[in-house]
């Protein structure tokens, strides 16, 4: 087993439309949890950063992480078609300060049509 | 990408040559990561630096080769290109905004084709 699994994809949904993705994982020291969003040809960019477990909310963007079920989620709403772009969930044991190691799963396409 | 470039941004080479990529950072970060990127696999480590001269192998180090000889230079070399190395490498550096050291920004990639 991977350490993180994430939904296989691709993923279209029409414009408006609530999205969730999801990661599960395997590893209990994990405790800082990351959404990246990737567009085409371009690096990933940091979405959403959330340490042990909760939600954090921003703008139309929703993280959970439950601990207990070592299972993250990024929820979109209001989906848009500048939300079309690869999601990755990532996810590292360590402190602030120390190396950043991060674990990625192998991310989700998604296309919002309009 | 502010703060992180890559050279060059695409490449084609032959089997059996050497390719050498450049990741550059004006952040002064101790900590410097090469990643590469594949259909089905995601982003998988190769190799990171933790200061000059010191780094370290990731899951997927074979093949690779890295060097660390100044703070804002981290290099990635390909001793001899094998089509299984066409990819698409990302180099990190630590943090972004209020988030700390816990999050990677990533430069813009440098995208290798091996013939």
């Known amino acids: 087993q991977k350490e993180v699994e994430q939904d296989p994809g691709p993923l279209s949904v029409p414009e408006g439309a609530i999205v969730s993705l999801n990661c599960t994982y395997s590893?209990?020291?994990?405790?800082?949890f990351m959404w990246y969003r990737q567009y085409s040809r371009k690096g990933p960019e940091l979405l959403m950063y959330t340490y042990s477990s909760g939600n954090k909310e921003d703008g139309r963007f929703t993280a959970q992480v439950d601990k207990s079920s070592k299972y993250i989620s990024l929820f979109i709403r209001d989906s848009q078609p500048s939300d079309s772009a690869t999601y990755l969930c990532a996810m590292s044991a360590l402190e602030a300060g120390a190396n950043s190691k991060l674990t990625f799963g192998k991310g989700i396409t998604l296309s919002v049509r309009p | 990408d502010a703060g992180i470039t890559q050279s060059p941004r695409h490449k084609v080479t032959e089997t059996g040559t050497p390719v050498t990529l450049r990741c550059h950072q004006t952040e002064n970060h101790r900590y410097m990561y090469w990643y590469r990127q594949d259909p089905g696999h995601g982003l998988r480590l190769i190799h990171y630096s933790y200061g000059v001269k010191d780094t370290d192998k990731g899951e997927v180090s074979d093949g690779y080769s890295v060097s660390r000889s100044k703070t804002e230079d981290f290099l990635l070399t390909l001793e001899s290109a094998t089509s299984s190395q066409t990819s698409v490498y990302f180099c990190?550096?630590?943090?972004?905004?209020?988030?700390?050291?816990?999050?990677?920004?990533f430069g813009a990639g440098s995208r290798l084709t091996v013939l």
């Open positions: 590893n209990s020291a994990f405790q800082y």
């Open positions: 990190a550096i630590p943090g972004q905004g209020d988030t700390g050291a816990n999050v990677l920004t």
